[in-house]
Structures are given as structure tokens and as C-alpha cells.
């Protein structure tokens, strides 16, 4: 059985939504078992500059429903220093935290395998971005919910687009993954998605032009992941203007919408038996582990294999879309 008697629980990056109902599952599961809870507010920059609240069963009452998180969260680059480091870990001390529940993406992660490094803390990664990006989980928390978002969202585009026969290009976020633009696609059943993994092996411009985009519509629409690989939306649309002026093309990025709203019910699941998850991680000893679902199970990650690899698209479904278009 594991000695933590305190573990700290922090979200960082861009939210993402469910992560309230991760910091839920993760605070009362601990409550659960005999430990004491703090909230750290604002990420890594609440960590160093003390901004550490002791959390109880109530404080995490009525926030399963509510998206972003009630932790704050703040992008920090004085924890990618070596003193700020330290400082966090002084405030650690200062605390009596033994271990860390970090929820966040790629970026927060490997803030935490660095700190984990240096000063022999045990920190358990929890999956919280909208991208679906990290390696060895089928998914992350706010995917889903985001991904809804994007679908609700281009259903009420399609309504103007028909009417004014367009070619709008809808930008959608992911970074330089394309999971929210193509399952976005064939959610909302968009004409195709432009995407940064296929980006660098052809033009998929030129591709979905010369398959006929339009011949037997009167509007379509495509969405673009944003990435300096696709060039986004709008550069996508420069680049029909110029090429092919008769088409009469409009841009939608969806920018922060994406990120906001209530979670689906398969994000406040998912989160909570994720959060559940990181502390059954911590009382098995388990340190430097993200918690992904596989097939529909908990599983351990290590932070090297979540940040080193690049997570896969899955292929078979730009030919289902491809088909599905005509």
C-alpha cells in the first residue's frame, strides 16, 4: 500500500471539457481512501507561486456538468526553468503534497515527467485535451464534447451555404492533429477534411478539386484543421480564390467555441472513471503514468511513450468519407 497521505491536483494548458469532473473523481476518490486533497489553481504557475487551497468532498459539489475547470488554469514558462521548478517543488514541501494529479495535454505532461525527474515526486497524467492527440488512450477528455460542438455547429452553416450555393471552409482546432476535422467531417457529413497527416504526403486540395467537388451540389463544405501544415482555413481559401476563381468560397473558424460548453456524457464518464483511475495508480505505487482507455480499458502509459509518439489517424476513415461525399 502506498504511504501518500496528500496528493495535489492541478490542470493545465488549454481546458478542455469534463476536466471538473475529473478534478471531482480525482478529489473524492482520494477523500475515499484516507487522503487529504489540495487544489493547486492556475497549473504550474499556481504551483510556484503558492496558490494551494485544501479541497473537501464539497468543494467539488455541482461542478460535474460545468465545463472548464474550476482550478483556473495558465499557460506557465517559469516552469520550464529550473528554479521555477524548484519553487514549486519548496511549495510542495511546504504542503506536506507527496504526490501530483496533473490533467492536461501534451504540454502539461511533459511539465510533469521533467518535475517527476528531478525531485522524485510521484505524478499521475490524466488526458485532458480536445485535440485527441496523446499516444495510448483512445481518447481524451473534452474530445467528445468538442467534437459535438463542431457537428452542431456545421449543421447550422450547411443551412446558408445551401441557400447561397457556397464552398465554405469551416477551420477547426487539433494543432497539427487532424482527429476533430475528420471525424468533424463525417459527423456532420461535410463534403472532406483537409488535415495535417496527409498534408505532408499530397496536395489534398488539388485532389478533392479534380474528384469533383461540387459536380452534383450545390454547396460544400470542408473542414480544416489549423496548422501551419495545411496552412487553415484561410489560406486554403486564398489559394481557391486564386486558383479557382469561380467558386465563391467563405471561411468559418470556430476558434474557442470548441473548447467551451457543458460535457457530453461521455466525457463526465470517461473523466470520472479516469480520475477514479489516477488513484488507484498512486496506491499501487504507479509514478510517471498517464491514465488512457483502450478498448474500453483503464490502462497505465508512461509519460515518455504518451509525448514521444505521435498518435495515428485512422486511415479507413478518409476513405469512408471520400465515398460518402459524392
Known sequence: MSSIKCIGILTSGGDAPGMNAAIRAVTR?????????KGIYRGYKGLITGEIVEFKTQNVSNIIQRGGTILKTARCMEFKTP????????????????????IGGDGTLSGARIFAQEFNVP???LPGTIDNDLFGTDVTIGYDTAL????????KIRDTASSHERLFFIEVMGRDAGF????????????????????????????????????SKNSSIVLVAESEVT????????????????????????????????PSAQDRIMATRMGAAAIDALMEDQRNVMIGIQNEQIVYVPFSKAIRNEKPINRDLLNVLRITSI
Do not use: W
Not at 476518490?29 to 486533497?37: L, R
Not at 459535438?148 to 449543421?155: F, G, Q, Y
Not at 496552412?231 to 468559418?252: S, W
Open 29 to 37: 476518490s482520494a477523500i475515499y481512501n484516507g487522503m487529504e486533497v
Open 83 to 102: 528554479e521555477g521548478r524548484k519553487q514549486a517543488y519548496d511549495n510542495l514541501l511546504k504542503e506536506k503534497i507527496d504526490a501530483l494529479v496533473t
Open 123 to 125: 505524478v499521475v497524467g
Open 148 to 155: 459535438n460542438t463542431i457537428m452542431e455547429c456545421v449543421d
Open 180 to 215: 476533430l476535422a475528420l471525424n468533424g467531417a463525417l459527423a456532420s457529413g461535410a463534403e472532406a477534411a483537409i488535415i495535417p497527416e496527409i498534408s505532408v504526403e499530397k496536395d489534398q486540395l488539388s485532389e478533392m478539386i479534380e474528384q469533383g467537388l461540387r459536380k
Open 231 to 262: 496552412g487553415g482555413a484561410i489560406g486554403v481559401a486564398e489559394r481557391v480564390k486564386k486558383e479557382y476563381p469561380h467558386f465563391d468560397v467563405r471561411v468559418t473558424i470556430l476558434g474557442h467555441l470548441q473548447r467551451g460548453g457543458s
